[in-house]
């Protein structure tokens, strides 16, 4: 029985240390690139059925800016500055302007733009797994509500291939990448300028 127990013990030990050793694995690799580029391949699941769009994605942790452009079957641009994160909706013809506080709530992407205290300090780690070249890490918001439950992001071979969330609407959210670089990006790709005549709407902090 005491053989049993200590196994029992010694076995959990062993999990915890590994999860451990993962989560740390995770969070080295995570925050060591300051560039991120790539293609992407959105698909949302709900009731039995899916949307699929595409895009791409640029980002830049060290002054937490991205850029994520969809173009098919919509366009739709969403661009953080550092300072304020814009949506822009082509076809409403309308920008929503939020301030940088609330870009978790509105996409894991905001991921890609924090530090790895920031992401320590941000999230709880539910689970890491590893098996072979794979990393996955679960995780949830830490210190306010959010729109999105649940994230999963996923490495393989050293690359970030892509993010698996649970919206507040019980969608799930599934966002590939591929032909990924970490080259540095040109700040200009990280400008916007809103067109002149739209409908512009400004939202305030998720902290007031």
Request: hydrophobic residues 40%; contains cysteine.
């Amino acid at each position: 029985m005491k053989s049993i127990l200590l196994s029992s013990i010694v076995l959990i030990c062993s999990f915890l240390s590994s999860s451990s050793l993962e989560k740390e694995q995770f969070l080295d690799f995570f925050s060591s690139n300051n560039f991120f580029s790539a293609s992407l391949q959105q698909k949302t699941v709900k009731n039995n059925q899916e949307r699929i769009i595409s895009g791409s994605l640029l980002a830049d942790r060290k002054l937490g800016r991205f850029k994520l452009s969809y173009d098919y079957p919509f366009n739709e641009l969403i661009v953080s500055n550092g300072e304020e994160l814009y949506i822009y909706d082509e076809e409403l013809d309308q920008l929503d302007i939020h301030p940088v506080e609330n870009l978790l709530k509105e996409t894991p992407i905001g991921l890609l733009t924090l530090n790895r205290q920031d992401l320590k300090d941000s999230f709880i780690f539910e689970d890491c797994l590893k098996i072979k070249t794979k990393i996955s890490c679960k995780v949830r918001f830490n210190n306010f509500s959010s729109q999105i439950d649940w994230v999963k992001i996923k490495i393989k071979n050293k690359d970030l291939t892509g993010f698996v969330y649970k919206d507040a609407f019980g969608q799930v959210i599934s966002i590939d990448f591929d032909n990924i670089s970490y080259q540095e990006i040109n700040d200009k790709e990280f400008s916007f300028e809103a067109p002149s005549g739209i409908d512009v709407v400004r939202h305030k902090s998720i902290l007031e």
